[in-house]
């Protein structure tokens, strides 16, 4: 069946939030973010989720690094409430800001650009760039001030949180999975405990319970390129007061092959191995 790559207006929620949300009874959310065109990750987490989420929310770089730039952004099209441009996103719609990438990024957003019918191309030059309000929280793919910048210290997200309008806000970008809490003018880095692995699912969760009075940057991870050292698929489920950091393991071999057989460079193939 030949996909249907109508540009959508991607930043209206289809389901219209309500106005008296309330932390306590907020419907189950998956947080995704940095696809990079790796089905094989997006899929994996898909499964490892099915049943446990009423939306998807998107923090951008849907593609970008992977070989299925074409089967991810259909899927985020058609399935995210809200999807916030990421870096990549931006310079495959827009090339003229690849001077900025290095060589590796910018060999990926030139065959990136190859794949995307014109249509798509449409549709990823209108993904808004963040700040977005989502459910009395804000989506951003960089930080709250700069949507190139990469959050990787208490320093930088002690910066960021007073510009927060919100509880919390989600961010990307880094590859890394994990946040920030801010509480009585003390930042700090969130740490929790593995509270679930399932044996047979290999699914992992990390959970952390979230306060009103705090405020937060929680960044679910990157689902196709982790940089963390932990090569899984990594997402958040969130409901309020909890949330659960998950890590799935996908078909990495797969992945590989596909990465090296489209021609794109061997490195890309290879980082996703450790993790980097
Ligand atoms: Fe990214």
Redesign the pocket.
């Known amino acids: 069946m030949t996909p249907d790559l109508t540009p959508e207006n991607p930043v209206t929620p289809r389901s219209a939030h309500s106005p008296h949300w309330e932390f306590s009874r907020a419907e189950p959310v998956l947080v995704i973010?940095?696809i990079?065109a790796n089905w094989e990750a997006l899929v994996a987490v898909l499964d490892a989720t099915e049943g446990q989420w009423r939306h998807c929310i998107c923090l951008?770089?849907v593609v970008?690094?992977g070989a299925n730039p074409v089967e991810c952004s259909l899927w985020v099209r058609d399935h995210c409430e809200i999807i916030v441009r990421?870096?990549?996103d931006r310079v495959a719609a827009h090339p003229e800001g690849l001077q900025d990438f290095n060589w590796l990024a910018r060999r990926a957003v030139e065959w990136t650009r190859e794949q995307l019918p014109p249509g798509m191309l449409e549709w990823i030059a209108a993904l808004t760039p963040g700040p977005v309000d989502y459910q009395n929280c804000e989506l951003v793919?960089g930080s709250i001030r700069d949507e190139d910048e990469y959050v990787l210290s208490l320093e930088q997200a002690a910066d960021c949180l007073p510009l927060a309008s919100s509880t919390v806000t989600f961010f990307?970008?880094t590859?890394v999975q994990g946040g920030y809490q801010s509480d009585a003018n003390e930042v700090v880095a969130l740490e929790g405990e593995i509270s679930e692995h399932d044996a047979r699912t290999l699914v992992q969760y990390v959970d952390i319970q979230l306060r009103p009075e705090a405020r937060y940057l929680l960044n679910p991870g990157?689902v196709g390129?982790p940089r963390d050292g932990d090569w899984r698929a990594a997402f958040a489920l969130w409901t309020g007061e909890r949330l659960r950091l998950g890590r799935v393991p996908y078909n990495l071999p797969l992945t590989q092959r596909k990465i090296l057989a489209a021609g794109l460079p061997a490195q890309l193939a290879q980082r996703l191995s450790a993790g980097q």
């Open positions: 973010s940095d990079h951008g770089d970008g690094y990421g870096n990549h793919h990307g970008h590859h990157s390129q």
